[in-house]
Structures are given as C-alpha cells and as structure tokens.
C-alpha cells in the first residue's frame, strides 16, 4: 500500500549562545524572516504533496471501498446494477457519499460505465481531496477503478480556479482541447505530458454540457501507453475521466475503454 506523510521539520536549537549585535545576525522573530520561512515551508509541502500525488496515480493499492454497499474484494457486478443501454456492462453514479468533494459541493455528481468484473481501489488520503476540502489548490482523485485483463479507470477533478479565473466557467471558457490537456496532461499520465502523445481531439455535446475528449499514445506514462480521456466544467471544478491501458491489454480492450468513455457524464 502507498502511504505518503509529509513533515515540516523544526528548526535545530544550537547550544551555543547566540550573537546579540543587531550588525551581525537576524533576529529568529524578526517579522520578515518568519514569512520568509513560511513561506518557503508553504512551498516544500506543496511540491511535496503534488509529487506524491502524480506518484498515487499510479501506484495507489487495490483494495475495494465500494460505498454503495460498504463491501470489500468484490467485483462490481455484485453490488452495482446493471447499464440500461447495455446489460453486459454496470453503471457507477457517484453521489455525495462517495468522495469528499462531492460532500463538499465542489464536484457535481457523475456516472459511467464499467465492466462487471472490476473492483474499486482505494485512494490514498493524500490523493483524495480529504486534506484540503472544500478549498483544494491541486487536483485531486474522486475514484479509482481498475480490470486486470482491460485496464484501469479513474475520475480526477481540477478546481476551476488552478485553469481560470472566471466563476462557474464553461469548458470553452478555458481554451480549446489542447490547451486543457496541456494543464491536465499529466494528470492523465502520473508523470509528464509531451503534446506529440496527443493523437486525437474532439468536441462532444450532451445535452448543455460540452465534452472534450482525448487519445493518448504515451509510452513513458505511470498510467500506462494508451490513455483515453474526457474532460467537462461543472460548479467550481474541471472533471476528468481517464481510462488507460499498457500495449497487451489495449489489444484486446480498446473497445471496452472506448465505451466507458463515451458513457461518462457530469
């Protein structure tokens, strides 16, 4: 299981008595050296946080926390139903019992499509949004889910505020679909985004809510060397869905993870 803890360490007491002269040292309470320090502790923490975050997205455990039926190490064909526009696949509705952002009101409620053979895995506090709600500077991980023939699944949200400054922002408000993904992109990968992965973009409209939608080729991605993704902006967020897969369960699935993309909505 990944775990990530961050501490600020504390300044070392020295036994050695300190110089007085003003014309010499700074004093440890001088108004403008605590800020400095703050400041600079502000900064570790957060780098540090966003690090152990693009780590999380790949390497979280796989250990189920389904919430709609409080079970454990199940697939999901045991406790979700099934899809009404296609019974070979269940349908996940997220609601304010399932994430900390949903019960905060920072992320509109979502649904789509998965294998009934997937399991949930856990999301590691530090990635989850928990620490920092209501007000996150970063993204965060709603859900994770993954199929170990077909590939894995995850929802991250983005507050609006990281991608623009206008309140209650419509997709295209931020830019285009290559300019979000190059905010985004390595949310998508774990690890870094190069725009000649980017193979494909389109524009998907359902109902008032526009969609923009990627495919990925990325070889060096934690995530894996083919990634989907679908993006929209809601409330105070942009939330993106990812499915991805390595080279030998892309083979074999790529039409499944088409499907679950396509079934993604806010």
Request: net charge positive; with cysteine; charged share 20%.
């Amino acid at each position: 299981m990944v775990t990530a803890s961050v501490t600020v360490p504390s300044p070392i007491r020295s036994s050695r008595p300190r110089n007085k002269s003003p014309s010499n040292s700074i004093s440890a309470t001088h108004p403008r050296h605590n800020h400095h320090q703050q400041f600079t502790n502000q900064n570790h923490v957060t780098r540090t946080l966003r690090r152990e975050f693009l780590k999380g997205l790949a390497l979280s455990p796989l250990i189920l926390e389904v919430p709609h039926s409080q079970a454990r190490e199940i697939e999901v064909g045991s406790v979700l139903p099934p899809s009404p526009s296609d019974p070979s696949f269940v349908i996940f509705k997220a609601s304010a019992k399932d994430t900390p952002a949903l019960r905060a009101g920072n992320v509109q409620p979502y649904q789509f499509i998965l294998p009934p053979t997937w399991k949930q895995t856990r999301v590691a506090n530090i990635l989850s949004g928990n620490y920092c709600q209501p007000k996150c500077a970063e993204p965060w991980v709603e859900v994770k889910f993954e199929g170990e023939k077909e590939g894995k699944a995850q929802v991250v949200a983005s507050p609006l505020i990281r991608l623009t400054n206008k309140p209650n922002a419509l997709i295209e408000d931020i830019g285009n679909p290559e300019k979000l993904i190059a905010s985004l992109g390595p949310f998508v990968t774990g690890n870094t985004y190069d725009p000649d992965e980017l193979l494909e973009t389109s524009v998907e409209k359902i109902g008032d809510q526009t969609y923009y939608k990627y495919l990925l080729e990325t070889p060096f991605a934690l995530t894996g060397s083919h990634n989907l993704a679908k993006a929209t902006a809601k409330g105070n967020s942009v939330v993106l869905f990812v499915v991805s897969a390595n080279d030998k369960q892309w083979q074999s699935s790529q039409k499944t993870l088409k499907a679950m993309l396509d079934s993604f909505q806010v």
